[in-house]
Nanobody
Framework: QVQLVESGGGLVQAGGSLRLSCAASGRTFSSYSMGWFRQAAGKEREFVSAVDWSGGRIYYADSVKGRFTLSRDNAKNTVYLQMNSLKPEDTGVFYC???????????????WGQGTQVTVSS
């Protein structure tokens, strides 16, 4: 089992930056692939970014490519999402999730954090 806690959300102006963190409990963090999802009000959850267990393969949705950077630190049981050049359409609740299966399958994520709100004002 993995327990996930996100932090780092907040209110930022368009063009600004935020860094989200996701701290995981458990000694097997390095065996899990990690993903970030976001959900805007009234919209479906979007698969934003993911990294495989080794950190060697990273996925970005087209909507965030070139602006967001995902990284993981297995020694600290933490995954980060650096978000630059934020846009109002990035607004939503960001969730961290973990899977022991293939990192590119959004439906494979079994463990979820509580979410952190990101609001980008225009």
């Amino acid at each position: 089992q993995v327990q996930l806690v996100e932090s780092g959300g907040g209110l930022v102006q368009a063009g600004g930056s935020l860094r989200l963190s996701c701290a995981a409990s458990g000694r097997t963090f390095s065996s899990y692939s990690m993903g970030w999802f976001r959900q805007a009000a009234g919209k479906e959850r979007e698969f934003v970014s993911a990294v495989d267990w080794s950190g060697g393969r990273i996925y970005y949705a087209d909507s965030v490519k070139g602006r967001f950077t995902l990284s993981r630190d297995n020694a600290k049981n933490t995954v980060y999402l650096q978000m630059n050049s934020l846009k109002p359409e990035d607004t939503g609740v960001f969730y961290c999730a973990a899977t022991s299966k293939y990192y590119l399958l959004p439906n494979s994520y079994d463990y979820w954090g509580q979410g952190t709100q990101v609001t980008v004002s225009s």
